[in-house]
Structures are given as C-alpha cells and as structure tokens.
C-alpha cells in the first residue's frame, strides 16, 4: 500500500508561483513513475507532468516552460513548481504514483488563482 500526502496549494494572484509537494510512503518499487495531474470544475482531470524515477519528465504541452516537476527519490517526494500562474489553472491537483501496473492517487491540493 502506498500512501501520498500533497501540499503546498492555496490562493495566488495571477502572475504569481506556487510550489506543490508530493511525499509518497509504503511500500514503494524503486523504479516508478510520479505525476501532477489537475481537475477544474466541470472539467476532465488532466496530465500535468510527470517524472520517471531516472529524471526523464514529460510535460502538457501547454505548460511547458511555466511549471517544473523534480523529485526527490531519497525521500520518495515529488515537487511541482508552477509560475506565471493564470486564472485558467485554477483546479485541484492531485499527485499520482505508478509502477509495475498499479496506482496510486493523493487526496488532492487546491490551487485557486485569482485575477
């Protein structure tokens, strides 16, 4: 069983940065996989970024150069920095872990922006 606890969220005025953590604890494969995903009001949740146990990230295109996603393998934690944050990112964002064809969701942390 994994779990995950994110923080890090909150209200941020538009232009504004934000830094989210993901710290996963349990029984954890070493080769795994950690991700942001993000879900707005009457939207489908979203693939935000994700990072391989090696480094290699994969970002949506359309966050590409504002939010930055690195771990921390030592402490099984994952961080999301966002900037130049925008009304429209406004969601709550949830961390996920997988591997070995299993996965794991974190409760979610809300990232408010206003205008």
């Known amino acids: 069983q994994v779990q995950l606890v994110e923080s890090g969220g909150g209200l941020v005025q538009a232009g504004g940065s934000l830094r989210l953590s993901c710290a996963a604890s349990?029984?954890?494969?070493?080769?795994?996989?950690m991700g942001w995903y993000r879900q707005a009001p009457g939207k489908q949740r979203e693939m935000v970024a994700t990072?391989?146990?090696?480094?290699?990230?994969n970002y949506a295109d359309s966050l590409k150069g504002r939010f930055t996603i690195s771990r921390d393998n030592a402490k099984n934690t994952v961080y999301l920095q966002m900037a130049s944050l925008k009304p429209e990112d406004t969601a709550v964002y949830y961390c996920?872990?997988?591997?070995?064809?299993?996965?794991?969701w974190g409760q979610g942390t809300q990232v408010t922006v206003s205008s």
């Open positions: 996920n872990i997988n591997y070995q064809g299993r996965s794991w």
């Open positions: 990072i391989i146990s090696g480094g290699r990230t």
């Open positions: 349990g029984t954890i494969f070493s080769i795994n996989v």
